[in-house]
């Protein structure tokens, strides 16, 4: 009886096409990433200055709450005789 022996390797070694192809899938983020960094980046930064833009700020007059505690009727901030008032 002759024996008949089949050397297919081949078809042992399936691993090596899938190796390639995740090195493969691990260049495509990579290059994702650093696309969208550029795509995005440019975008989160300030718009450039118009040289004759007019900007217009209107501010509320401030004032300044009163400290004197002297029997007014308002407690203010400093009530009480803790000796730390603002005269």
Same mark, same amino acid.
């Given at each position: ?9 081949? !078809? #042992?070694?399936?691993?090596? $096409?899938?190796?390639? =192809? +995740?090195?493969? /899938? !691990? #260049?495509?983020?990579?290059? $994702?990433?650093?696309? =969208? +960094?550029?795509? /995005? ?47």
């Amino acid at each position: 009886m002759a024996e008949t022996v089949i050397n297919n390797p081949s !078809a #042992l070694r399936s691993d090596e $096409g899938s190796a390639a =192809a +995740g090195w493969i /899938v !691990a #260049l495509l983020i990579v290059a $994702g990433i650093i696309l =969208a +960094g550029v795509y /995005v980046v440019p975008r989160l930064q300030a718009p450039a200055s118009t040289p004759d833009a007019n900007i217009n700020v209107t501010l509320p007059e401030g004032t300044i709450p009163s400290t004197n505690n002297s029997g007014t009727g308002n407690p203010g901030i400093n009530s009480g005789n803790s000796g730390n008032q603002v005269q």
